[in-house]
């Protein structure tokens, strides 16, 4: 690959993997939240929303 194409590709490499610190961090903390005492029904809605955080990350980065 040339040397001006990869330098074009760092920028939203950079973006990709900062979005999954993001992601990850943020599914650490719905964990530790969800380790206390809550309802079933709020720890399942933080499992959905931390898998569909996953799912809209895994199509940005097809399309990109």
Do not use: C, D, F, W
Request: proline share 2%; net charge positive.
């Amino acid at each position: 690959m040339a040397l001006y194409k990869m330098s074009e590709l760092a920028p939203l490499a950079m973006a990709e993997i900062n979005e999954i610190i993001r992601l990850a961090a943020l599914k650490e903390k719905l964990a530790t939240q969800g380790a206390g005492r809550e309802s079933t029904s709020v720890k399942r809605k933080r499992a959905r929303r931390g898998k569909q955080l996953e799912l809209n990350l895994q199509r940005e980065i097809r399309r990109n």
